[in-house]
């Protein structure tokens, strides 16, 4: 049933902004499930209470509470800088609200009856871009901790050597053309080569020619 | 002869009835005239002829008579007397004297009097022209003749008489008595003559008679002919005229009918669409009101839906993540179990609401307002407008519930959009009073949307009059419910702009319906 990993979902806090009780507490339930902590709240000003007070990663609304309507609780908040991604649900098919979501480039836009599928992939999709930021800065940090510890030279070059593959993970380049850039010594250089090529990380196609081979690193 | 007489038969035919009235008016007076004129102048020849004859030739031949009697009695009496001497000379003389002037006179008077012979023109006119005159008993010369011997004589018998002397002698006696019975015989012939003359006179009077009778008749005969001709004309004309008028009406009375019973299919028909139309109409209105009330259905289904679909899917969830328990079932059946009847509830509103119930029945008033405030729930929640219920006097009437209740939903619906439009979200109020007046419940719905313009006022319970954008109103609704009051139920629905403190002693601009229903129709 569900085939994204909604496991990366257990890390955050949703607000869910929704005026029927009993709609409410249900999807709550089950919402419960999913994530960090929900906090359910029926009006704006709860809404707006939370915001202030609690980490908050994504926003649910619902278009018509009572008295109010969330765009105008979205629009209220962006004014006041907080940009929280948000997902709109709505008894409504109204263009009117759509432009209005389309304007406040709202995340998504769900229609009542709530489809929980539908609104757990749309709360993967809204906070995975907020995973993988995270986990790009973690393996940043991995990097940058290892070339502390060890030869920053080798570092510097294994960065060199990836970022100069073309489409077909192919390097070209002489020895003389690295050791113009990097102030490296030859043995050095050819030692790292053998080491790749023992590993099975850089292969030799031809003269000057290496294959990045990716599936070795998963080996590793 | 005849195809003249015909050829003018048809010309008068022909003529305009104005040129044939002319015509007999024409030879009508022309007619009357001849016939006056006529008549005019055989009174006056007659008269004259009358004159002539016994004043003139009577006179004469009464004169001639004198005369002869004074010579035969007179002169030959004295004469005799004076021959036997029995009178004397001079008694003689005397006598004769006084004869002699009578003799004279008369004659002189008689010649006159046939020199006088002057004629009336018109007779003469006639008799010259038209009669030829039998003139063949008048003799001038016979008769001047006669008068001439008898002038002799006179002056004969005259001197004699002057001869008479003493001395006078049996011969001139006889002699003289030869002259007067000669002059009597002279006279008698004048006289017979004359009287020849009054005779022939008499017959021209009698032929000029009888010319002007003929004429007379002849004229009053065409007279009468023509008048008949003419009269028969007219008559015909008449008749014509009567007759093509008669047709004419027949025509058009025919005309009439027909348009008559067109006008009757007609009216029928129409009678009949405008009940069809009615009809259509009643069934618009219900499916407005259906549309709104399916409006208000999806709404106040809506929400369950969500919630029981919400709850189904937890089950799913629950299960794929191993954390399904019999409390969580429970519970959430349970919460299931009660939207669904919410919504079966909802429903059964409704279709209360819609069955074709047409039986009165007996209920309260309180309870149908009450109702049709509940129906409309949704849509006055969203709008955040507050209904008030002022129920003075509670009562229960008999009548059309579904359809009394249709005619507040209409109201309050009506309200609904002048508040939407017009007030802000805080102070939507619609205000309901129902009281009591004499033998009238009177119901009042009073909202502060700001009263109806005055030019809209006067139409708001016409048909498919709407002030409402096109998707928003049919303009059925005020009709229907104005329909539904006066028809069904026999009461009155207006309405009206007033100021009124709808709230906190705030004075606000509102419209306010009144319904007045008779509480009992018995």
């Given at each position: 049933m569900i085939n994204k990993d909604l496991n990366i979902l257990r890390n955050f806090n949703v607000l869910y902004l929704e005026d029927d009780e009993n709609l409410l507490k249900h999807t709550s339930d089950v919402l419960e499930d999913f994530v960090n902590n929900i906090f359910a709240v029926k009006t704006s000003k709860e809404a707006l209470d939370v915001l202030l007070n609690k980490k908050v990663d994504v926003i649910i609304s619902d278009?018509?509470?009572?008295?109010?309507n969330g765009i105008d609780f979205l629009k209220h908040i962006q004014s006041k800088n907080i940009h929280i991604p948000a997902i709109l649900t709505t008894a409504h098919t109204d263009t009117n609200y759509l432009l209005d979501a389309i304007k406040l480039k709202v995340d998504n836009y769900i229609v009542k009856p709530i489809n929980i599928k539908e609104l757990l992939d749309s709360l993967h999709d809204v906070l995975l871009p907020l995973v993988q930021e995270k986990e790009i800065r973690k393996n940043k940090n991995v990097i940058k901790t290892i070339s502390a510890i060890t030869d920053s030279k080798q570092v510097e070059i294994v960065k060199y050597i990836i970022n100069s593959l073309d489409k077909e993970n192919l390097f070209i380049a002489s020895y003389t053309d690295i050791m113009e850039n990097f102030s490296i010594s030859k043995p050095t250089l050819i030692k790292l080569f053998k080491d790749l090529a023992e590993k099975n990380i850089l292969i030799k196609v031809q003269h000057k020619t290496y294959r990045f081979n990716e599936n070795a690193l998963e080996n590793i | 002869m005849k195809n003249k007489f015909n050829a003018l038969l048809a010309y008068f035919n022909d003529l305009s009835f104005k040129y044939k009235t002319y015509f007999l008016i024409f030879i009508i007076s022309g007619g009357m005239l001849c016939i006056i004129i006529l008549s005019q102048i055989s009174i006056f020849t007659i008269k004259q002829d009358f004159d002539i004859l016994f004043d003139e030739r009577t006179r004469s031949l009464i004169q001639l008579e004198n005369i002869k009697d004074v010579y035969q009695v007179n002169i030959q009496n004295t004469l005799i007397d004076f021959e036997k001497k029995q009178i004397n000379i001079q008694q003689t003389n005397e006598i004769l004297d006084l004869a002699q002037e009578i003799i004279n006179k008369n004659w002189i008077s008689y010649k006159n009097q046939t020199k006088a012979d002057n004629r009336e023109f018109l007779s003469t006119f006639i008799k010259l022209f038209i009669i030829k005159e039998?003139?063949?008993?008048?003799?001038e010369a016979l008769r001047n003749a006669i008068m001439e011997n008898i002038s002799n004589k006179m002056q004969l018998i005259n001197q004699n008489i002057i001869n008479?002397?003493?001395?006078?002698?049996e011969i001139s006696f006889s002699n003289f008595n030869f002259q007067i019975n000669s002059i009597s015989i002279y006279l008698t012939s004048l006289i017979n003559y004359d009287l020849s003359l009054a005779i022939n006179e008499k017959h021209n009077t009698d032929k000029v008679f009888k010319i002007i009778v003929i004429f007379s008749i002849i004229s009053i005969f065409i007279v009468f002919l023509f008048s008949i001709i003419l009269s028969s004309f007219i008559i015909n004309h008449f008749k014509q005229l009567h007759n093509s008028l008669e047709e004419k009406i027949k025509d058009k009375t025919k005309e009439l009918q027909r348009l008559n019973n067109s006008l009757e299919i007609k009216i029928s028909r129409e009678v009949s669409q405008n009940r069809k139309k009615d009809i259509i109409m009643f069934q618009q209105a219900r499916f407005a009101s259906l549309g709104e009330m399916l409006n208000n259905i999806a709404h106040q289904w809506r929400q369950p839906l969500g919630s029981i679909t919400m709850i189904i899917q937890s089950f799913q969830t629950k299960m794929s993540l191993g954390k399904l328990t019999p409390t969580f079932v429970d519970e959430k059946v349970n919460d299931a179990l009660l939207l669904a009847n919410n919504m079966s509830n909802t429903l059964e509103d409704f279709k209360n609401f819609f069955s074709p119930n047409k039986i009165k029945s007996e209920f309260s008033i309180k309870n149908c307002i009450e109702h049709s405030i509940e129906l409309s729930k949704y849509l006055l929640n969203q709008e955040n407008i507050i209904v008030i219920l002022k129920v003075r006097k509670d009562m229960e009437i008999h009548s059309y519930y579904n359809e009394l209740s249709h005619v507040f939903l209409n109201l309050i619906a009506n309200s609904k959009d002048a508040l939407c439009s017009?007030?802000?979200?805080?102070?939507r109020i619609i205000k309901i009073i129902v009281n009591k007046f004499k033998k009238h419940l009177v119901i009042n719905v009073i909202d502060n949307?700001?009263?109806?313009?005055q030019n809209v006022l006067p139409k708001?319970?016409?048909?498919?009059?709407?002030?409402?954008y096109k998707s928003a109103g049919t303009g059925i609704g005020l009709y229907m419910s104005k329909q539904i009051i006066?028809?069904?139920?026999f009461g009155e629905i207006s309405c009206k702009n007033i100021s009124h403190k709808?709230?906190?002693d705030k004075v606000f601009d509102c419209s306010l319906f009144t319904i007045k229903i008779p509480i009992s129709l018995d």
């Amino acid at each position: 049933m569900i085939n994204k990993d909604l496991n990366i979902l257990r890390n955050f806090n949703v607000l869910y902004l929704e005026d029927d009780e009993n709609l409410l507490k249900h999807t709550s339930d089950v919402l419960e499930d999913f994530v960090n902590n929900i906090f359910a709240v029926k009006t704006s000003k709860e809404a707006l209470d939370v915001l202030l007070n609690k980490k908050v990663d994504v926003i649910i609304s619902d278009i018509l509470l009572k008295d109010e309507n969330g765009i105008d609780f979205l629009k209220h908040i962006q004014s006041k800088n907080i940009h929280i991604p948000a997902i709109l649900t709505t008894a409504h098919t109204d263009t009117n609200y759509l432009l209005d979501a389309i304007k406040l480039k709202v995340d998504n836009y769900i229609v009542k009856p709530i489809n929980i599928k539908e609104l757990l992939d749309s709360l993967h999709d809204v906070l995975l871009p907020l995973v993988q930021e995270k986990e790009i800065r973690k393996n940043k940090n991995v990097i940058k901790t290892i070339s502390a510890i060890t030869d920053s030279k080798q570092v510097e070059i294994v960065k060199y050597i990836i970022n100069s593959l073309d489409k077909e993970n192919l390097f070209i380049a002489s020895y003389t053309d690295i050791m113009e850039n990097f102030s490296i010594s030859k043995p050095t250089l050819i030692k790292l080569f053998k080491d790749l090529a023992e590993k099975n990380i850089l292969i030799k196609v031809q003269h000057k020619t290496y294959r990045f081979n990716e599936n070795a690193l998963e080996n590793i | 002869m005849k195809n003249k007489f015909n050829a003018l038969l048809a010309y008068f035919n022909d003529l305009s009835f104005k040129y044939k009235t002319y015509f007999l008016i024409f030879i009508i007076s022309g007619g009357m005239l001849c016939i006056i004129i006529l008549s005019q102048i055989s009174i006056f020849t007659i008269k004259q002829d009358f004159d002539i004859l016994f004043d003139e030739r009577t006179r004469s031949l009464i004169q001639l008579e004198n005369i002869k009697d004074v010579y035969q009695v007179n002169i030959q009496n004295t004469l005799i007397d004076f021959e036997k001497k029995q009178i004397n000379i001079q008694q003689t003389n005397e006598i004769l004297d006084l004869a002699q002037e009578i003799i004279n006179k008369n004659w002189i008077s008689y010649k006159n009097q046939t020199k006088a012979d002057n004629r009336e023109f018109l007779s003469t006119f006639i008799k010259l022209f038209i009669i030829k005159e039998e003139n063949y008993y008048e003799n001038e010369a016979l008769r001047n003749a006669i008068m001439e011997n008898i002038s002799n004589k006179m002056q004969l018998i005259n001197q004699n008489i002057i001869n008479i002397n003493s001395n006078m002698d049996e011969i001139s006696f006889s002699n003289f008595n030869f002259q007067i019975n000669s002059i009597s015989i002279y006279l008698t012939s004048l006289i017979n003559y004359d009287l020849s003359l009054a005779i022939n006179e008499k017959h021209n009077t009698d032929k000029v008679f009888k010319i002007i009778v003929i004429f007379s008749i002849i004229s009053i005969f065409i007279v009468f002919l023509f008048s008949i001709i003419l009269s028969s004309f007219i008559i015909n004309h008449f008749k014509q005229l009567h007759n093509s008028l008669e047709e004419k009406i027949k025509d058009k009375t025919k005309e009439l009918q027909r348009l008559n019973n067109s006008l009757e299919i007609k009216i029928s028909r129409e009678v009949s669409q405008n009940r069809k139309k009615d009809i259509i109409m009643f069934q618009q209105a219900r499916f407005a009101s259906l549309g709104e009330m399916l409006n208000n259905i999806a709404h106040q289904w809506r929400q369950p839906l969500g919630s029981i679909t919400m709850i189904i899917q937890s089950f799913q969830t629950k299960m794929s993540l191993g954390k399904l328990t019999p409390t969580f079932v429970d519970e959430k059946v349970n919460d299931a179990l009660l939207l669904a009847n919410n919504m079966s509830n909802t429903l059964e509103d409704f279709k209360n609401f819609f069955s074709p119930n047409k039986i009165k029945s007996e209920f309260s008033i309180k309870n149908c307002i009450e109702h049709s405030i509940e129906l409309s729930k949704y849509l006055l929640n969203q709008e955040n407008i507050i209904v008030i219920l002022k129920v003075r006097k509670d009562m229960e009437i008999h009548s059309y519930y579904n359809e009394l209740s249709h005619v507040f939903l209409n109201l309050i619906a009506n309200s609904k959009d002048a508040l939407c439009s017009n007030v802000n979200k805080n102070d939507r109020i619609i205000k309901i009073i129902v009281n009591k007046f004499k033998k009238h419940l009177v119901i009042n719905v009073i909202d502060n949307g700001g009263g109806i313009p005055q030019n809209v006022l006067p139409k708001v319970f016409e048909p498919y009059y709407t002030t409402k954008y096109k998707s928003a109103g049919t303009g059925i609704g005020l009709y229907m419910s104005k329909q539904i009051i006066e028809k069904h139920m026999f009461g009155e629905i207006s309405c009206k702009n007033i100021s009124h403190k709808i709230k906190d002693d705030k004075v606000f601009d509102c419209s306010l319906f009144t319904i007045k229903i008779p509480i009992s129709l018995d």
